[in-house]
């Protein structure tokens, strides 16, 4: 098999040619893998064209699509379909390959045999980048058993499409149409369907079985015209799975335009599908027999959405937690979270060195829970990894830690990221990065950190005047010193951060009331 191009990137020179001149750019030029799907609008946009463009989002590939036709569809079935104009079909293949760099061209439902001539007609005309072009899924009856695609396209399809497509992806159902009626209801007989659609001329042929009765596993069945592959997963139970077909195709077409192989690229598309039913198995969305599941891996309870966006008063008395510390008193992470929070402090970060990290995680799952009930964030020291586990409003990082713009990258727009930052250059490129605050210290010395070099109230100032971003202060402060620290009054100098303060103390709660009312009476005196 050819390979395809995948994401490329090159920053070299880079020589762009126009009718009168020749420029040549040092710009970097990022070019990215690019599917066109052909198929029906999906009102309720589990399926069809909706589902296309969310998978290939979701596999980091870009997606244009082509309308054949607009089917009013919800969880309870196909209410209407409408047939788009071939002429429309036409000139909307026209505007996407006459301009795009298609690698791979995947087809779902094609209503009428006009449509598919007008596909066949375009894709002569302008042959797409990729050799290993076309994925067609031979969309024919929805799983409420409304004709999407009837009969009379079954002999444009044998005769002049499959043999043009590097891989078919038909249900049981629509192999068995394919077939003239064959009985298919095991998986030999899946094998035997598999071998005589390959007769038909296309490259790889993949048979799924979402539909096939009586099986506990969920199987589909890839003949590649020599030998078999079966892909087993176990039957998910949910009503949630509209749309599987048309996301397993779209996946596949996906990852052979980022340059994968046919067989690498059916694996993950089963994954994929696998992961998404699963993680959607019990959400609700419409309420008939067969709702869609959730592409993005993302959808949430509003209950569960952040309680508060992050506030730059917020950092007012930031606790940080010390697993030694909580072992020295004999307290759960859990039992100092709750404490601080109801003594006072208005935002948490678990910083916690030692913790195994399984341990760690479930820990962090509990305090997410107890700081969200409070509207308080909870931010992770370090652990990007047990941040996204469990959820977290963000994370602090330190300058020997992940970089802040790689940690956005990985966490989004909306999380909080801080970052520890001892210098003027530090404070530019923390703003920079998209960091939301910087931790400045150590402002006194501190035993929590070794080999920690202490910055001072002078070099505090120094970050607070570098920076338009607020500033915590930390590094040895408490009841005693808070007010000291305050007074320095730079305007984004928002709160003082502290470990020993509150949790090297007997009681975690009475700590942070004194500290609280002591930052509360210097804000009012400055
Ligand atoms: N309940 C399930 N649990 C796990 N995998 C499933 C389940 N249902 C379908 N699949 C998988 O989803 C993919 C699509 O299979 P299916 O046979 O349902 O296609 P389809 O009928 O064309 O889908 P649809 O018409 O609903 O879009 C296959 O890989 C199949 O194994
Ligand atoms: C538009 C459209 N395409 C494909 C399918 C198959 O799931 C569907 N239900 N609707
Ligand atoms: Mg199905």
């Known amino acids: 098999m050819q390979s395809l191009g995948g994401i490329r990137s090159w920053p070299a020179t880079w020589r762009t040619t126009t009718a009168s001149m020749t420029t040549t750019t040092t710009e970097s030029v990022r070019k990215v893998a690019q599917v066109l799907t052909v198929a029906g609008s999906d009102s309720g946009a589990g399926a069809g064209i909706q589902a296309d463009i969310k998978v290939c989002a979701a596999r980091g590939v870009y997606c244009a699509s082509v309308i054949t036709a607009v089917t009013a569809q919800n969880t309870r079935g196909v209410q209407s379909v409408h047939l788009l104009p071939p002429d429309s079909v036409s000139e909307q293949l026209k505007s996407v390959l006459s301009d795009f760099e298609v690698d791979v061209v995947k087809t779902g439902m094609l209503p009428s045999p006009e449509i598919v001539e007008v596909l066949l007609q375009n894709l002569s005309e302008y042959p797409v980048r990729g050799r290993v072009a076309l994925v067609v899924d031979p969309v024919m009856v929805s799983t409420s058993g409304h004709v999407l695609a009837g009969s009379s396209i079954l002999s444009i399809f044998r005769e002049r499409l499959l043999p043009l497509a590097d891989i078919i992806t038909p249900n049981v159902k629509e192999a068995s149409a394919l077939l003239g009626g064959v009985r298919i209801q095991t998986v030999a007989e899946m094998r035997s369907a598999a071998k005589s659609l390959h007769q038909m001329g296309p490259r790889f042929v993949l048979v799924k079985g979402g539909d096939l009765p009586d099986s506990s596993d969920s199987v589909d069945v890839y003949f590649d015209g020599n030998e078999f592959h079966e892909l087993h997963s176990p039957r998910i139970a949910t009503r949630n799975t509209h749309g599987t077909g048309c996301t397993l195709a779209s996946c596949i077409a996906a990852e052979l335009a980022k340059g994968s192989n046919m067989l690498s690229a059916v694996k993950v598309a089963k994954r994929f599908v696998d992961t998404a039913l699963n993680y959607s198995k019990d959400i609700v969305i419409g309420g008939g027999m067969q709702g869609p599941f959730d592409h993005f891996l993302s959808l949430k309870d509003p209950q569960s959405y952040r309680q508060s966006t992050f506030k730059p008063d917020d950092l007012f008395l930031y606790a940080v937690t010390d697993s030694r510390m909580n072992k020295k008193w004999n307290r759960s992470i859990v039992d100092a979270v709750k404490a601080a929070i109801e003594g006072g402090a208005t935002i948490i970060q678990l910083r916690e060195k030692e913790a195994e990290t399984r341990e760690f995680l479930e820990e962090a799952k509990s305090c997410v829970d107890i700081c969200r009930s409070n509207g308080v964030c909870l931010l992770i020291n370090d652990r990007i990894d047990i941040a996204i586990a469990c959820d ?29 930052c001892k210098t003027q250059e530090q404070a530019h490129q923390a703003w920079k990065d998209g960091a939301d605050y910087i931790g400045s210290g150590g402002v006194f010395p501190t035993n929590t950190k070794a080999n920690n070099r202490t910055i001072g109230l002078d070099g505090l100032r120094e970050v607070c005047k570098a920076s338009k971003l607020p500033v915590v202060a930390i590094g040895g402060i408490g009841i005693s010193n808070a007010e ?19 949790f090297d103390q007997e009681c975690v709660l009475s700590q942070a009331k004194k500290l609280h009312k002591t930052l509360t009476e210097s804000k009012r005196e400055h």
């Open 392 to 420: 977290a409003d963000g994370v602090h990082v330190g300058q020997s830690d992940m970089p802040v713009d790689l940690v956005r990258s990985l966490l989004g727009p909306d999380k909080i990221i801080g970052v520890s």
């Open 484 to 502: 000291s620290v305050m007074r320095i009054g730079e305007p984004n100098l928002k709160g003082v951060a502290v470990v020993s303060a509150l």
